[in-house]
């Protein structure tokens, strides 16, 4: 998303040019790649789009060389390099299991190598926006089908054979009763030309030995079971510190006068360093503060409780949650700026037999990782070097650069395991103060975040009120629609705020509403941000899926309707939405993709929806407590309906059955898709159910999991997923965020079935 918000301030990346690879010796191939060397490749222009995607006009792009990302030892290892950020969502295993199988590698005898930030060699780095294999997995397969001819032809030459006499299959080349393994072939191989991507011969998907089968666990599974996997906190240098930070609790604040002398001399203690930092607008720079440096995180814990800090809140420091939350409500309830106009609504709204207006509400939440922000830099007179769970490494290096006044070319930014991500870990915020303190104290330092600076100091997901009105004629046929969306916007923490969102969250669920209503307004109101805001799993899909879900069955008991005959008619028979006629604006964002490649087909909306309604026997009779509610959602291209069945029982709210049909396209990877769902319906679930940030005199005021609570695993809801089929030839799209919005209405919405109360603001605080 950073790319997108670059190129609406003005600050888009010029576009990549066609770059000649270079000659790269036999062994910089065998050796550079699993050593990390700076190969001498260019990165080449993407030159057999399989399918068009948004990946090209992302910041440097999609590289697809396999000089870049393949190396052989001479004991047949092969490693691949893994250019996305690991956490939980699969990129790290997927991506060089479809270059794996392209290129006919035994898996078992695959390792691979994490890329550090550098986007001019691997192309772009950002994992987030669901796109990791959507917009590279073509390039993969371009990777592992360039190794495998290189070896055929390597095999062929060897033998004096015809090249299309050879057959590489399972790690090894043959030829007639003759075999010679990748480790045999791997020199020669890798000094042939890397073929033209137009003259690749791809395996037919009947061929596949992992893509599409679901049979390939994550890579670093035995590691992780085990505690052997390297998170960002398991890192550790010879010499190095500990550092946690007292932070201001307004955004905006800075420290007016600190009294450290009782710090300084607590056991352990070697600095106290007070940090300059950022309020709005302040990108990902921290917040500023005094920090505590000793020799363990338990000694700089205790130290920082005897800091006595008075701040300097500024302008920020009135932000009341409550209050806030009026304003934002009277203003969806009043005309916004018009961001789709279709049909007459004003006309549709005067003649109509009945109108019914809603609003619903969503707090700020904090992305709550197991694994709190965490990072360890080291820096010297020749450079920096970082270690830290990011999602964004490379974005990380450039800021880490600037802060520290050094070049980008002498960081590097080491990425580990992701305890979590969320899109919390875009923001390496943790990674510029833990080099800020490594260059102050001439030592290697690890700034570790507790979960009470997570919770009180994050990037936020924004707050909402969403005011829907529907106007419904004599015959009970929805025949105008009017959304107002006001929320505080993401540019804030860029530039200066105008209190309206832009392109990129118009197009998350507002501008993009699918139904077949003849008239149609869109609207966003204006709220001035008061906090740093970021994007959050789903990002603004989740208040306005919230809202479109639960407004739907609430038309559905005001028409005397049930929620899936509602739901039908209003998506409509199958189409495919032109944007044009029907309203949308000239900056309509489909999540970064050609349209035409990516069209909303509300025929495939119907189809999920169907599928989970019948999955969970919609219709049929429950006990009394019991009650069954739908919701269906497209965002990142992919399409999830859910249906779930809830029990509320003294109070207490669970969810015996809950049913996820998804339409992704293709999914190269089954077992990380129905993982994803999962893990999306119980951040669903604690998303409705718990998650509220709120402010009061400018400050956050919760602050671990006691008073922000999540669902724990002794409610984790009951989750079937079901993947709609495809071939290899339609488009795959998002899996690890799509999964969310539909959860909170669904579930909303059988709770009223279960108990004959409405709920409109989120989180509902478990009040059944």
Known sequence: MRDQIDAFLGKAP???????????????????????????????????????????????????DPLVFVSIDPDG??????????????????????????????????????????????????????????????????????????????????????????????????????????????????????????????????????????????????????????????????????????????????????????????????????????????????????????????????????LKIEWEDGPHAAYESGAYMEEMKATAAQPGVALRTQGEPDAAFAGAAKVIERTYTQAHMAHAAMEPPVALANVTDEGAEVWAPVQSPYQCRTDVAKALGLDPEFVTVHVTLLGGGFGRKSQHDFAIEAAVLSQKVGAPVRVQWTREDDIRHSFMHTTSAEHIKAAVDADGKVTGWRHNSTAPS????????????????????????????????????????????????????????????????????????????????????????????????????????????????TGRLANVLDIAADAIGYGKDLPEGEGIGLAVHRSFVTYVACAVRVKVDGGRITVPEMHLAVDAGYIANPERAESQMQGAAVMGMTTLLHSGITYAGGAVQQSNFYDYDVVRSDNYPIVQTHLVKHGFGVHPGGLGEPGVPPVPPAIANALFHATGQRMRDMPIGVRV
């Open 77 to 306: 290892t092969v490693t691949l390099v893994a250019h996305r950020s690991e956490m939980g969502t699969g990129s790290r295993t997927s991506l060089p299991m479809v270059m794996a199988d392209e290129m006919e590698a035994d898996w078992a005898r695959v390792k691979i190598m994490q890329a550090p930030g550098d986007e001019p060699k691997y192309g772009n780095q950002n994992t987030d926006g669901s796109r990791s294999m959507r917009h590279h997995i073509q390039a993969a397969r371009v990777i592992g089908a360039s190794v495998r001819r290189m070896l055929r032809d390597a095999a062929a030459e060897a033998w004096g054979v015809p090249p299309g006499e050879v057959k590489v299959e399972m790690h090894q080349a043959l030829h007639g009763g003759k075999t010679m393994g990748f480790g045999e072939l791997a020199e020669a191989a890798m000094a042939r030309p890397v073929p033209d991507d137009w003259d690749l011969s791809f395996k037919d998907p009947s061929q596949f030995r992992y893509i599409g089968k679901g049979e390939v666990p994550i890579y670093d599974l035995h590691d992780i079971t085990t505690g052997k996997a390297v998170y960002g906190a398991d890192v550790s240098l010879p010499g190095m510190k500990y550092a946690v930070i007292a932070r201001p609790p307004v955004v905006g604040g800075v420290v007016k006068s600190v009294d450290d002398a009782a710090a300084r001399a607590s056991a352990g203690v070697s600095a106290v360093e007070q940090l300059g930092g950022v309020g709005l607008p302040g990108g990902f720079f921290p917040l500023g503060g005094v920090a505590v440096v000793a020799d363990n995180t338990w000694n700089a814990m205790h130290a920082r409780d005897l």
């Open 14 to 64: 010029a576009p990549l040019r066609d770059l000649a690879v270079q000659k790269v010796s036999r062994r910089m191939f065998l050796g550079g790649a699993a050593a990390g060397l700076a190969l001498a490749v260019a990165p080449r222009a993407e030159a057999f789009p399989r399918w068009a995607h948004g990946g090209h006009g992302m910041a440097h792009g999609v590289v697809q």
């Open 490 to 601: 993401i540019l804030s923490i860029f530039a200066p705020d105008s209190g309206q969102q832009f392109p990129v969250e118009h197009g998350m669920g507002l501008v993009d509403m699918p139904f077949a209503i003849p008239n149609v307004l869109v609207e966003n109101g204006k709220a001035m941000a008061h906090t740093r805001i970021a994007w959050f799993r789903s990002v603004s899909n989740i208040p306005r899926a919230w809202a479109i879900g639960s407004f739907v069955s609430e038309l559905a008991e005001e028409l005397g309707k049930d929620e899936k005959t509602m739901w039908r008619e209003l998506i409509g028979a199958p189409r495919v939405v032109d944007p044009k006629a029907e309203g949308y604006p000239d900056s309509y964002w489909d999540y970064g993709e050609p349209y035409g490649a990516f069209p909303i087909d």
